[in-house]
């Protein structure tokens, strides 16, 4: 019998910085360096950016760090069409908000991405599965990379059927700390984004309020995380969740194990050489700032007009946020793990 193995195909390859980048039709990325001796990446453009829509949300959940309500405006994408056209195809895009879903030009702007090489995925509320559940399936069939569901009501069978719809990129997100364990059932069998608990706005306000209990939560998802990573079809975290969590300790995992799998630190900026070694960055397009992360300090964020080129973007960010930030940091470190 003849048979030949299905491969995963590359959808995009580039270089940036000292590596090349290539992805695959199934969502692997793999990165190499040029100079095989290289022991980390350095980036002249971001491989990837965070990209806030609206400030409009009717959530009111008491731990957005957005901020978002019902009286948030909409950004005005044709202020940011030019710089997107400037990206490197394959940088991936993810989209968030507020409700990113409520945002009228939405879908008109993920075949917009698309038509640019870019790959754009979207983080909505399972709260708003049913109510926008057309604007959904119009992104699917725009060709959303992939689809990040924020966990708030495990048990609505529903919202599981919608959720299984969208497809194998569709990725559960979950808090760390908001999680309890009559949650996990929901999580078996799919894909698991770990998100670090953000001590940030009304995030902060509802930290101050439920310490002991976020703080149990996160203990407990510790003992738990072996047993979530034999039921759940993947997990990964990032870098709040990495963290908290510590799952390479918490797994016992070898640090050439955990290497190849970690992608880096957001505020790890420079290398030795003063090379850029972050490859992310947060867009707000609402209030037209650019910034480190979403949870980076208002004072820390750049105004940007979107004529700029994304490398100098990035450079900004990065630049901005080192400037006399060993008083801020400190501060922050105080105000999250006193708390926690
Ligand atoms: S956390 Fe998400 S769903 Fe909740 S209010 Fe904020 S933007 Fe809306």
């Known amino acids: 019998m003849n048979w030949k193995p ?3 195909k590359i959808i995009s390859s580039y270089q940036n910085g000292n590596h090349t980048v290539t992805i ?6 793999v990165k190499e360096t040029i100079d095989p001796k290289a022991d980390h990446f350095t980036y002249y453009t ?3 950016f965070d990209l806030k829509l609206t400030d409009y949300c009717d959530g009111g959940c008491s731990f957005c760090h957005e901020n978002s309500t019902i009286n948030g405006k909409h950004a005005d994408l044709s202020k940011i069409n030019d710089l997107m056209s400037r990206c490197k195809e394959g940088t991936e895009v993810a989209i968030g908000g507020g409700n990113a879903l409520a945002h009228p030009n939405l879908v008109t702007f993920v075949y917009y991405l698309r038509s640019l090489g870019l790959i754009p995925s979207i983080t909505v509320n399972q709260a708003h599965l049913k109510p926008y559940y057309e604007v959904l399936m119009d992104v699917k069939k725009a060709r959303i ?6 966990l708030t009501d495990p048990n609505n069978f529903e919202d599981f059927r919608i959720i299984d719809r969208l497809g194998d990129n569709a990725v559960i997100h979950v808090i760390a700390g908001v999680l309890k364990p009559s949650d996990y059932k929901a999580l078996y069998g799919r894909k698991v984004l770990i998100l670090g608990y953000k001590d940030f706005r009304r995030g902060h306000d509802n930290l101050s309020r439920h310490s002991d209990e976020i703080k149990k939560n996160i203990e407990q998802l510790k003992k738990d995380l072996p047993m979530l990573v034999d039921k759940c079809r993947a997990i990964s975290f990032d870098c709040l969740g990495l963290e908290q969590i510590d799952p390479k300790t918490v797994l016992g995992m070898s640090d050439e194990e955990f290497a190849q799998i970690y992608q880096g630190d957001d505020y790890d900026m420079y290398d030795k050489d003063g090379n850029i070694s972050v490859g992310t960055m947060f867009i707000d397009a609402v209030r037209m700032e650019v910034a480190r992360s979403s949870t980076t300090p208002l004072e820390k964020r750049v105004p940007f007009t979107g004529k700029e080129y ?3 973007l ?3 960010t990065c630049w901005v946020y080192s400037e ?4 801020q940091t400190a501060e922050d470190e105080k105000a999250i793990f006193g708390l926690l």
Do not use: C, Q, R
């Open 24 to 29: 695959y039709s199934d969502g692997t990325k």
């Open 145 to 150: 990379a992939g689809i990040g569901i924020s």
């Open 324 to 327: 006399n930030n060993n008083e």
């Open 314 to 316: 990035l450079s900004e």
């Open 6 to 8: 299905i491969l995963p």
């Open 310 to 312: 994304m490398s100098d």
């Open 46 to 48: 971001p491989e990837s």
